[in-house]
């Protein structure tokens, strides 16, 4: 199965050690920048209605601005109650000084 990466952002548009929230294809999707790399996820919190991006990162964590549950950037793993289901994360590439998303 052929992977098709989608431009979501200029790299340069993702603040290090922060995270933006973007719609790409129709889809809420936030993009971290921590440690000169940057991952993505979907951009709502699986325990409440609250935007990622609008959380605090610390690290590879996000925290959710709603109940303070906690998901790994990396993964979208939870790694703090309340949240205990995973957030989807996407692969990211980044070519030409663009960010580009597998979003299949």
């Known amino acids: 199965m052929t992977t098709h990466w989608i431009d979501a952002a200029a790299q340069d ?57 906690r998901f790994d950037v990396r993964s979208g793993q939870p790694t703090c109650p309340p949240v205990t289901s995973a957030v989807r994360s996407y692969p990211v590439r980044i070519e030409g000084g663009r960010v580009w998303l597998a979003l299949d």
């Open 13 to 69: 548009d993702v603040p290090q050690d922060d995270v933006i929230g973007l719609i790409v294809q129709g889809r809420d999707i936030a993009l971290y920048g921590v440690g000169g790399e940057v991952f993505a996820t979907d951009n709502l919190c699986t325990h409440g209605n609250a935007r990622l991006c609008d959380g605090f990162l610390e690290g590879h964590e996000i925290e959710c601005p709603l109940h303070q549950g």
